[in-house]
T-cell receptor, first 112, second 114 residues
């Protein structure tokens, strides 16, 4: 089955700096890669996703890149703000209504 | 994005009682919903896949008689934790796939069994 690895487990950046979170996956059949932000005591919130037919997608301060050959994808957050502090999960699946396999999550702390 | 509503957000119950958690897709129909369990500072663990009009598919190690799932309509799935015990205390989260094939999560239910 699919295995999604997410490293490191914590990341601390200064407000205004960029943050990059990387994930790797094992199943070459995976074609959908969402990123979720989870704040304490809340459910995960979908912040951006990418499908395997594109290499990059951007939405304001957030971007995701995908390297299918190397089987890794990354979340890029520019101009970080304290409210970006949360746990971020990457995931992978093979398509519609398929199970998502999640990474272990990374705790991002943005220092004011 | 699509909205998934989950209730209650927090429940405290006595050991031996049953607790029902509701998950609704508010602005779309969801033929498939998923139920997850999450322990503190850990990732989401898939418990079962709920399919409208049919039996749920449980992940290995999840007791189907313990965690009853009913997906009676295209907008509602329920998870009932039967005869709850302290070890069932956890954060339970549902999710549903929208028409755009994106997975949206509910706000979660914190279950505390005394």
């Amino acid at each position: 089955g699919e295995n999604v690895e997410q490293h490191p487990s914590t990341l601390s950046v200064q407000e205004g700096d960029s943050a990059v979170i990387k994930c790797t996956y094992s199943d070459s059949a995976s074609n959908y890669f969402p990123w979720y932000k989870q704040e304490l005591g809340k459910g995960p919130q979908l912040i951006i996703d990418i499908r395997s037919n594109v290499g990059e997608k951007k939405d304001q301060r957030i971007a995701v890149t995908l390297n299918k050959t190397a089987k890794h994808f990354s979340l890029h957050i520019t101009e970080t703000q304290p409210e970006d502090s949360a746990v971020y999960f990457c995931a992978a699946s093979t398509g519609a209504n398929s199970k998502l396999t999640f990474g272990k999550g990374i705790t991002l702390s943005v220092r004011p | 994005g699509a909205v998934v509503s989950q209730h209650p957000s927090r429940v405290i119950c006595k050991s031996g009682t049953s607790v029902k958690i509701e998950c609704r897709s508010l602005d779309f129909q969801a033929t498939t919903m998923f139920w997850y369990r999450q322990f503190p500072k850990q990732s989401l663990m898939l418990m079962a896949t709920s399919n409208e009009g049919s039996k749920a598919t449980y992940e290995q190690g999840v007791e189907k008689d313990k965690f009853l799932i009913n997906h009676a309509s295209l907008t509602l799935s329920t998870l009932t934790v039967t005869s709850a015990h302290p070890e069932d205390s956890s954060f339970y989260i549902c999710s549903a796939t929208s028409r755009a094939e994106k997975l949206f999560f509910g706000s979660g239910t914190q279950l505390s069994v005394l």
